[in-house]
């Protein structure tokens, strides 16, 4: 479920707009959105970086450091949208913005400055927009006006684990491999900019059951799934199989590396079926069942795992 946030301090101070990129952006009092971005606006088109915003807290501080003691006005950092009361550096990833009936989702979070620098690095030397601002992308269009209410919508980025073991499953003994996939994650995401929450099951190695559980990730809204077991080559294991037959497109790069990197030191990894694969805008690998495997997997797929989810989502830029 995604959290909202709805406050009276969160608004647009100033819409911003200029002709061409990489200059300075002058105040409107109202704009008109539509797929493309700010109409008669310079960074409008097809693509993902439509509508940039940039907090007055940001400028402010920004204007303090000056030596000059320089206050810089609405639009010349080349933002399109001058806001008030939302902290940023909060912000993840594929999180929106709803200003009336306008829907903008975030697509990029800092930039580099043009080549020749944008007109305020040519004029101070340096600039706040490439480590404070946010880049969006219209979902919904609209008309906005100075003033307007901004809406801050968090998307939890959601983790679903699933391990697959007859054994497990019948309280034999303990999953291990899938509590260590949440610890790597959990590690991994410690310093990243996005609102993870995980999921977790534990089933038998049973196709129709676990393609109950991915079709039900997929009504969850999962991102990525991870399963663990179910790879070799065992008569009850059947997790590639149905993996395969439930996505809509095979990453084969990924598991073939994998294989190859640690058939030297074990001749025995190179017969794991482990596959990764899309289905929608959902992540799937499946690993083995063995901890070790699950720590060596883990390690190589977080490598390529952030740029698969821009991927997915369109934004592989």
């Not at 200029?18 to 960074?43: C, F, Q, R, Y």
């Not at 990833?93 to 306008?102: E, H, K, Q």
């Not at 219209?138 to 983790?159: E, F, M, Q, T």
């Not at 609102?195 to 109950?212: C, F, G, M």
Request: proline fraction near 3%; include cysteine.
């Amino acid at each position: 479920m995604t959290k909202e946030f709805n406050k009276k301090n969160r608004y647009i101070i100033s819409i911003n707009i200029s002709k061409e990129k990489g200059t300075i952006k002058h105040p409107i009092e109202k704009a008109e959105i539509n797929s493309l971005g700010i109409v008669g606006d310079a960074h409008s088109g097809n693509w993902h970086r439509q509508i940039s915003m940039l907090a007055q807290e940001d400028v402010d501080r920004f204007s303090l450091l000056d030596a000059d003691n320089r206050k810089f006005l609405p639009g010349e950092f080349a933002e399109n949208f001058t806001t008030r009361g939302i902290d940023y550096k909060k912000v993840a990833l594929l999180d929106s913005f709803r200003i009336g009936d306008v829907e903008l989702e975030v697509t990029q979070i800092g930039k580099k400055c043009h080549d020749d620098g944008c007109a305020i690095y040519v004029e101070v030397g340096k600039c706040v927009m490439p480590k404070a601002g946010i880049f969006t992308r219209v979902i919904k269009g609209g008309v906005i006006k100075n003033g307007d209410i901004i809406n801050y919508i968090a998307r939890p980025l959601k983790v679903k684990i699933i391990t697959l073991s007859d054994r497990a499953s019948a309280g034999e003994y303990e999953d291990r491999s899938g509590l260590v996939i949440q610890e790597i994650l959990k590690e991994y995401f410690s310093d990243k900019r996005w609102h993870v929450e995980y999921l977790y099951s534990l089933i038998p190695d049973d196709a129709e059951k676990l393609n109950k559980e991915l079709e039900q990730s997929l009504s969850e809204q999962v991102d990525i799934i991870f399963t663990t077991g179910g790879t070799g080559i065992g008569p009850r294991d059947i997790t590639p199989e149905v993996v395969e037959k439930f996505a809509d497109k095979l990453i084969p790069g990924i598991m073939d590396h994998i294989r190859l990197k640690y058939f030297e030191n074990l001749p025995s990894a190179i017969l794991s079926r482990s596959v990764a694969a899309v289905k929608s805008k959902t992540l799937i690998f499946s690993l083995p069942g063995s901890v070790k495997a699950v720590e060596d997997y883990t390690g190589e797929i977080l490598k390529i795992l952030e740029h698969s989810l821009l991927m997915v989502h369109g934004l592989g830029h």
